[in-house]
């Protein structure tokens, strides 16, 4: 069976796959010349756990990763085994606290995801669902717009979110969908259950099978004559109420 892998790219990324799983880490490509303490540090840190590092001129780097965008340190590590629906039963059925789950119908913007799934780790969120179709998934761009929080965070692919959010409602766990026009706002609802908070697409919102499979619809109260928030936004405003209610 081949192994996936990519590139890790930038000190974020690569401190916080080292804090989370050093062994998924092959090898590390480090930019010649003058090196900032901190890319020094993480090459001191990879030689000892004994993981080979070659510096090479900017231009080869650069060419090597396929990014100008690494801050003059890069590694290739091995893509975390993709998780599926009966994972994410089996991460709540194994939860001592009230599930969080993030849902993302869609979102395309791997900046978006990335930012999305540094929220939900700040918030202490047990995983990031997104379909695998229509959908971005784990790549470069994700890794470092989530500073390295998708190397800690599970990110949960389904082939069918509404046949997995069915799921996570026959697991107890009440799911919730950000709508504008929906008639109560998240700040009157109860957040303190255990909850997947659904987030829709950055141009088109929920998806309308989405939309029905949801038990609540939410929304974030804004002033008149603005337009809805970016979704990384917007999930940190559900998020953060949640972590707000349950103290």
């Not at 990519?6 to 062994?23: F, I, R, S, V, Y």
Request: aromatic share 4%.
């Amino acid at each position: 069976m081949s192994v996936e892998t990519d590139w890790l790219l930038g000190p974020n990324a690569l401190e916080a796959q080292l804090d989370a799983d050093p062994t998924r880490i092959l090898e590390a490509l480090v930019e010649d010349g003058k090196r900032s303490a901190r890319v020094e540090a993480l090459v001191a840190r990879l030689r000892k756990l004994g993981i080979a590092v070659q510096s090479s001129p900017r231009a080869q780097l650069d060419k090597r990763v396929a990014s100008d965008r690494h801050q003059g340190i890069a590694a290739r590590w091995r893509l975390p085994e993709a998780l599926d629906e009966s994972d994410l039963v089996a991460l709540v059925e194994k939860s001592a606290t009230p599930a969080l789950i993030l849902v993302l119908d869609g979102v395309q913007d791997p900046h978006n995801l990335g930012a999305c799934i540094r929220t939900a780790a700040a918030a202490g969120a047990m995983a990031v669902v997104v379909p695998k179709d229509r959908a971005v998934g784990l790549t470069p761009t994700v890794m470092r717009a989530s500073a390295g929080m998708a190397a800690r965070l599970p990110l949960v692919r389904v082939t069918n979110l509404a046949r997995a959010l069915e799921r996570l409602k026959k697991a107890g766990v009440w799911v919730a969908g950000a709508a504008g026009e929906a008639s109560d706002t998240v700040y009157q609802s109860d957040l303190k259950g255990p909850l997947a908070i659904v987030m829709g697409s950055e141009g088109d919102g929920l998806r309308e099978l989405t939309r029905k499979t949801c038990d609540f619809l939410w929304k974030i109260p804004i002033a008149p004559g603005v337009e809805s928030l970016n979704v990384s936004v917007a999930a940190g405003v559900f998020l953060f109420e949640a972590v707000r209610q349950r103290g």
